[in-house]
């Protein structure tokens, strides 16, 4: 089965730290890049971070930038999302997405992927 599955979520207070996994299972994420998307109740799908197959080039959505880091490991047919100084606003659903011959910029921002993961819940809060 062909499937992308997310992991690390989590309920963190304002200001910590959350590492989400996103693994490959039935395919390699070697030729594909992959993305995080978020959504929150009542918001739309937002792109906040993709990562390149080589991992040299990123795209962080501005809410994240500086807070945020995508990171990869194709040995372990895995990509992170390492979230930092997490604020409330930072609540939503994660996804894990994985498309073909893309840009990091057109993943993000169009989406339209070939993969989806099921999602983790992040919650920030007090």
């Known amino acids: 089965q062909l499937q992308l599955v997310e992991s690390g979520g989590g309920l963190v207070q304002p200001g910590g730290s959350l590492r989400l996994s996103c693994a490959a299972s039935?395919?390699?994420?070697?030729?594909?890049?992959v993305g995080w998307f978020r959504q929150a109740p009542g918001k739309e799908r937002e792109g906040v971070s993709c990562i390149s197959v080589r991992g040299l080039n990123t795209y962080y959505t501005d809410s994240v930038k500086g807070r945020f880091t995508s990171s990869r490991d194709n040995a372990k047919n895995t990509v992170y999302l390492q979230m930092n100084s997490l604020k409330l606003e930072d609540t939503a659903v994660y996804y894990c997405a994985a498309k073909l011959i893309t840009t990091v910029q057109a993943l993000c921002v169009i989406a339209q992927p070939e993969y989806w993961g099921q999602g983790t819940q992040v919650t920030v809060s007090t």
């Open positions: 039935g395919f390699t994420l070697d030729d594909y890049v």
